[in-house]
Nanobody, 121 residues
Framework: QVHLAESGGGFMQAGGSLRLSCAAS????????MSWFRQAPGKEREFVAV???????NYADSVKGRFTISRDNAKNTGYLQMNSLKPEDTAVYYC???????????????WGQGTQVTVSS
């Protein structure tokens, strides 16, 4: 089992940058695929980015070229670097860990509590 805790959210003006962190405890984080999802008010949770155990990545079209997912296995921490932020990026961001390289939320076993990101125009 692994426990996840996000941090780094906050308030930012459009065009700015934020870096989210996902601290993992419990079983070795490197043995999991890691993803980021987000949920805006009144909307369903949506896929943002995934990083597999081999280093493969995939991004939602809406964030490609602006967001970068990474991890530091020595620190048991994952990251989401968000650049060129837009108001439509406003959401609660969740990190997730699972055994499959997928964008489907249902395939992830472990979730953090979320961190709020608010982008003003």
């Amino acid at each position: 089992q692994v426990h996840l805790a996000e941090s780094g959210g906050g308030f930012m003006q459009a065009g700015g940058s934020l870096r989210l962190s996902c601290a993992a405890s419990g079983r070795t984080f490197s043995s999991y695929t890691m993803s980021w999802f987000r949920q805006a008010p009144g909307k369903e949770r949506e896929f943002v980015a995934v990083l597999g155990r081999t280093g493969a990545t995939n991004y939602a079209d809406s964030v490609k070229g602006r967001f970068t997912i990474s991890r530091d296995n020595a620190k048991n921490t994952g990251y989401l670097q968000m650049n060129s932020l837009k108001p439509e990026d406003t959401a609660v961001y969740y990190c997730a860990a699972g055994g499959i390289f997928t964008a489907r939320a249902n395939n992830y076993n472990y979730w953090g509590q979320g961190t709020q990101v608010t982008v003003s125009s």
